[in-house]
């Protein structure tokens, strides 16, 4: 495994974006090194971290010398960096369906804050208990599943024909209602599921404390 592929994340193992960044790099199969920050003693604030990664945040990557910071920028690099036929495509060929991987990714990256709020990562990967549901988060849940439904219509297991980033970043989303007993159409249910049963995921999931 080179040591010159590097993942940088946090050592709770909460973060959706390094979720993302990581869930991409394993169903690419390009081998990689990860290496989890303490953002609670603030090691990203290593002046090294700062300098390499810019944003100083979570994830960052480090193919050698070039680092790349920011999530959906991440899963797009890997995916045109580590192209076909050697590695399959992620991101979906077509222009249109392409252009909606990426919509749905800056959907779930832009909206819904008070659902990321009221039902944080650390209840799915920590196994906090979530409180009660604010007013807000009850309705952009309502929002986040009127958006699924219209995404994935009747019978659809995946959000294109294959697996894409998107489906991971969806499918955490909608983890944050089914995870926590939270009231959601079954077919969504099934979906966040079966994308959670990947191994890639699975993989993420053994260094949390996720119940199935």
């Given amino acids: 495994m080179p040591d010159d592929l590097v993942l940088y994340g946090n050592d709770t ?13 394993r169903e690419k199969g390009v081998p990689f090194r990860l290496e989890v920050l303490s953002l609670e003693r603030r090691e990203h ?10 944003t100083g945040r979570v994830p960052a990557r480090r193919p050698g010398d070039f680092w790349l910071a920011e999530s959906s920028a991440i899963d797009e690099y890997v995916d045109e960096a580590f192209g076909p ?30 659902l990321r709020e009221d039902r944080p990562t650390s ?22 599943v009127r958006i699924a439904e219209r995404l994935l219509p009747e019978g659809a297991v995946l959000l294109t024909r294959e697996f894409t980033p998107a489906d991971a970043d969806l ?16 077919r969504l249910a099934v979906y966040a599921r079966a994308v959670f049963a990947r191994p890639s995921v699975r993989e993420w999931l053994s260094h949390t404390r996720w119940k199935d």
């Fill in 13 to 25: 193992y909460t973060s959706p974006y390094v979720f993302s960044a990581f869930v991409t790099l």
């Fill in 123 to 144: 209840t799915l990967f920590l196994a906090e208990p979530p409180g009660p549901m604010t007013p807000e988060g009850r309705a952009a849940a309502e929002r986040l």
């Fill in 45 to 54: 604030d290593r002046p090294d971290y700062q300098a390499g990664s810019i």
């Fill in 171 to 186: 499918a955490l989303m909608l983890q944050r209602l089914v995870a926590n007993g939270d009231p959601c159409p079954v």
């Fill in 85 to 114: 036929p050697r590695y399959p495509r992620l991101y979906p060929d077509d222009l249109r369906d392409r252009a909606r991987v990426r919509m749905i990714q800056a959907f779930v990256r832009s909206d819904l804050a008070a």
